[in-house]
């Protein structure tokens, strides 16, 4: 059940450390119930997800005039998750062209919250007791994303979870933690971060767009036995270890915010000899999963969301499959109203229990997202599997981007040893020209470092903008 806490008013820095650890202490609370929800039984799953979504869109037809239109004629009272299918999906495009029409508080205006975010120098509470965050554009398209008291303890309580139980489970406490992420705190990586920073437990902060050099001396000095970091860092990070730069032991490596390569896994845990956890997490939910204990995939966190996989047609995907893209349903965050939401990431749903006992959905891990698929004037289409399968064997590679050309693919590799580059692009060319692709032109050029998004982020494909 969701409990609002009332929260403080938040006015200046002082007024903002007393509300963030009232916040914290409020997240601690709860922590207790989410680790018991990690044993729930599919019947007690269901019972909450039933009653989660009735309660948020009974709220939502109340509160939410462009919810109320588009649900007209709804039994919230009655509705039950299969019934979803009934209602058309939302875009990140109906969001941000209707958002103040969506959101349940009349206090919050996109103007207000774009205000806000534009003023943030660190973390910072919006109209005393919410929270706004801006997505990545990893998509292409920018979201404004505004969280209620509740919903912003709930995105930490559904990541954090996974990685107790985790750390629990290999008999060590909750230790020093470290980050390799964004540090603006528009984006939810650095923000849940501060806002929940917890006093008893040492925690660094290194910011993914410092030197490398930087960022390994803020790891030796923290020697994390949690370390939090992008996907695209952990190769780089590998690299350094080798190098005897880098001198951690981590016993957790906990990767989140873009796809992880089964490749990079298998480096990361011949680096340290340490389990990865990797996890889902979005702008629009942040607390849509947590990590599985038995090793790769993740939990969706059914409890908190309800995530439906489909086609590029909009039609369910049978477990087992991997979908077009997914739609979401945030079942904890009531000022914001995502119902049906449409996310481009790929999941595959496995299609029987996890050997790790739990009752909740298992997805294999995301390797891309549809957004990803390079689609030429030809009519060929290319999945960026097709790239990956040559560039992320290479162990000389420890980084890439692909970026789609009018006739090929220009490709910007940072290795770490010599690289037959007339050899990879000739690779290339020659699946290309498999594909349908005719006279492919493919350009592979060494850099020293590839630029990333404003979250900190590595978007490893980028296709052409569509008209």
Same mark, same amino acid.
């Given at each position: ?41 599919? =019947? ?5 997800? +039933?009653? #989660? %979504?009735?309660?948020?869109? @009974?709220?939502?037809? !109340?509160? /939410? ?116 992420? =964004? ?5 939810? +990586?650095? #923000? %849940?971060?501060?806002?929940? @920073?917890?006093?008893? !437990?040492? /925690? ?126 945030? %079942? ?7 119902? !049906? ?127």
């Amino acid at each position: 059940m969701v409990d609002d806490a009332t929260p403080i008013a938040s006015n200046g820095a002082g007024s903002y450390e007393k509300t963030r650890q009232r916040h914290f202490s409020y997240l601690m609370s709860r922590m207790p119930e989410f680790l018991a929800r990690l044993r729930w039984s599919r =019947a007690e799953i269901d019972a909450e997800q +039933t009653r #989660a %979504l009735r309660d948020l869109v @009974s709220h939502a037809v !109340r509160s /939410s005039p462009w919810h109320r239109e588009r649900l007209r004629g709804l039994d919230g009272d009655r509705l039950t998750p299969a019934a979803l299918r009934d209602i058309p999906p939302m875009t990140k495009g109906d969001l941000m062209e209707h958002w103040d029409a969506i959101v349940t508080d009349p206090r919050c205006t996109l103007a207000a919250a774009e205000t806000h975010l534009a003023g943030l120098a660190a973390d910072s509470y919006f109209l005393d007791d919410l929270h706004v965050i801006a997505s990545g554009g990893s998509s292409g398209k920018r979201g404004v994303f505004v969280y209620d008291w509740y919903g912003w303890a709930a995105s930490a309580l559904g990541l954090m979870r996974g990685l107790y139980d985790i750390l629990l489970s290999l008999g060590r406490q909750p230790g020093p933690f470290a980050t390799v992420s =964004a540090y603006v705190a528009s984006h939810a +990586t650095s #923000a %849940l971060g501060q806002t929940f @920073s917890n006093p008893e !437990r040492p /925690s660094v902060r290194a910011p993914v767009s410092l030197p490398l050099a930087e960022i390994v001396a803020i790891l030796n000095r923290a020697q994390p036995s949690l370390l939090h970091t992008y996907p695209s860092m952990l190769p780089a990070l590998c690299e350094e270890a080798h190098s005897g730069h880098l001198h951690i032991a981590p016993a957790l490596i906990w990767s989140t915010s873009e796809p992880l390569l089964p490749e990079v896994r298998a480096m990361v845990e011949a680096t340290w000899s340490a389990p990865v956890a990797n996890g889902w997490a979005a702008s629009e939910s942040n607390g849509g999963a947590f990590c599985c204990p038995a090793g790769a995939g993740f939990h969706i966190g059914e409890d908190l969301n309800i995530i439906e996989p489909i086609d590029e047609h909009g039609n369910p995907v049978p477990r087992g499959q991997r979908s077009a893209k997914i739609l979401v349903t945030n %079942l904890y965050n009531r000022i914001m109203p995502l119902i !049906r939401y449409e996310i481009t990431d790929e999941f595959q749903i496995a299609a029987g229990p996890c050997r790790c006992g739990s009752a909740y959905l298992k997805v294999a891990d995301v390797h891309g997202r549809a957004d990803d698929v390079f689609r030429y004037a030809s009519g060929t289409t290319v999945h960026p599997l097709n790239f990956r399968s040559s560039l992320g064997k290479d162990p000389a590679i420890v980084e890439y981007q692909v970026r789609q050309t009018q006739r090929g693919a220009e490709i910007a590799i940072v290795a770490r040893a010599t690289v037959d580059i007339e050899a990879l692009r000739s690779t290339l060319a020659q699946r290309l020209i498999g594909l349908g692709l005719p006279a492919p032109e493919v350009i592979v050029r060494r850099v020293d470092r590839i630029e990333r998004q404003d979250a900190g982020k590595l978007k490893r494909f980028i296709p052409l903008p569509t008209l």
